[in-house]
T-cell receptor
Framework: AQTVTQSQPEMSVQEAETVTLSCTYDTSESDYYLFWYKQPPSRQMILVIRQEAYKQQNATENRFSVNFQKAAKSFSLKISDSQLGDAAMYFCAYRSASGSARQLTFGSGTQLTVLP | GAGVSQSPSNKVTEKGKDVELRCDPISGHTALYWYRQSLGQGLEFLIYFQGNSAPDKSGLPSDRFSAERTGGSVSTLTIQRTQQEDSAVYLC??????????????FGPGTRLLVL
């Protein structure tokens, strides 16, 4: 079974600064997908960015980018030019690329505070 | 509607009562997922639907939990004889067809269940 670990329960960043959220995972599969979801106080999970394991290039979406280290099984999220609206709980998630497992496996989350 | 909707938004019930939680997926999405988010924990997978059938029920914690989906659309999660440990936020998500690992799962705002 796959596991996802987020070792930082809470992080804070000054507005306009950069912050990196950590995520590690454990799997015996070679092909899979990784995701970062954001959950604001409204509770609605929103996809921030995703990474295909077979792609070496790190995914980027505007101010959000990842550092994907497949050998180390590490998938960190970097938020540049942090904004007050970035404050939320961030979840790292894993999904198999094959087989019958269709669900996402989530980490325990990192609560990000953005300081004005 | 434009997104995944869930009802009720909040539910308070007494221990031993049955509750029904409803999920309306995005129109045209054949894959539907239920997750549970307990206080201080990440999201835990409950059940996955492909159309009206549930090929993966592996996450249901006990036989008090059941779910159905009718017409390939609305899904209902039923918890019988509720216990205090059932208190959590129940999140529903849908995706286009569930077959592609990269598919985005779109989440609803969740139902917060409190069992007294």
């Amino acid at each position: 079974a796959q596991t996802v670990t987020q070792s930082q329960p809470e992080m804070s960043v000054q507005e306009a600064e950069t912050v990196t959220l950590s995520c590690t995972y454990d799997t015996s599969e070679s092909d899979y997908y990784l995701f970062w979801y954001k959950q604001p106080p409204s509770r609605q999970m929103i996809l921030v960015i995703r990474q295909e394991a077979y792609k070496q290039q790190n995914a980027t979406e505007n101010r959000f980018s990842v550092n994907f280290q497949k050998a180390a099984k590490s998938f960190s999220l970097k938020i540049s030019d942090s904004q007050l609206g970035d404050a939320a709980m961030y979840f790292c998630a894993y999904r198999s690329a094959s087989g019958s497992a269709r669900q996402l496996t989530f980490g325990s989350g990192t609560q990000l505070t953005v300081l004005p | 509607g434009a997104g995944v909707s869930q009802s009720p938004s909040n539910k308070v019930t007494e221990k031993g009562k049955d509750v029904e939680l409803r999920c309306d997926p995005i129109s045209g999405h054949t894959a539907l997922y239920w997750y549970r988010q307990s206080l201080g924990q990440g999201l835990e997978f409950l059940i996955y639907f492909q159309g009206n059938s549930a090929p993966d029920k592996s996450g249901l914690p006990s036989d008090r939990f059941s779910a159905e989906r009718t017409g390939g659309s609305v899904s209902t999660l039923t918890i019988q004889r509720t216990q205090q440990e059932d208190s959590a936020v129940y999140l529903c998500a849908s995706s286009l067809n569930g077959r592609q690992g990269w598919e985005t799962q779109y989440f609803g705002p969740g139902t917060r269940l409190l069992v007294l």
